[in-house]
């Protein structure tokens, strides 16, 4: 203790050491404990809150919609050529999936891309300006925004 002008004052005797900037095995522990609650919680969200009942394949020409497919039994195997005035797309559909098999582009990207199965994923041929999107549909009675709920 120690009385400057009439008060007193308690103070440690101590001063606190500066840290030089490395960190403590608990910032790791810390860090490392965020990262994997950070991760599991996406994971949650992306499987279980995001549910579509039906999905659908919007085939998009020049930003304005061509067709839209609906997944069916009787759709699988499928092929659906796409002739515009940009070029020629050819799209397999299969079980729950969509690729494209034949394009006219030079470097036929959207060929090379492979199936797409999950709604939200896309293939894109841009000098056919093709988008091969796959959509959800939700129920009409679910209108939570789970994301920003």
């Known amino acids: ?19 030089d900037g490395t960190m403590t095995k608990g910032d790791k522990i810390l860090i490392v404990c965020i990262v994997l609650i950070s991760v599991i919680s996406l994971g949650f969200v992306k499987s279980n809150l995001i549910k579509y009942n039906d999905k659908y394949i919007s085939v998009q020409v020049n930003g304005e919609e061509y067709k839209k497919i609906y997944f069916d039994n009787s759709i699988i ?12 797309n ?7 999936e969509v690729r494209v098999i034949e394009a006219s582009c030079p470097d036929k990207l959207d060929v090379l891309q492979g199936p797409i199965s999950k709604p ?3 293939i894109v041929c841009l000098p056919n300006r093709l988008i091969v999107e796959i959509k959800g549909v939700q129920d009409s009675n679910d209108n ?6």
């Open 77 to 88: 195997g499928k092929t659906i050529p796409i002739e515009t005035r940009f070029g020629y």
């Open 144 to 149: 939570i925004d789970y994301i920003s709920y």
């Open 1 to 19: 203790m120690k009385i400057i002008n009439g008060k007193l004052i308690m103070y440690k005797m101590r001063e606190i050491e500066e840290k």
């Open 90 to 96: 050819l799209i397999e559909i299969g079980d729950g």
């Open 120 to 122: 939200g994923e896309i």
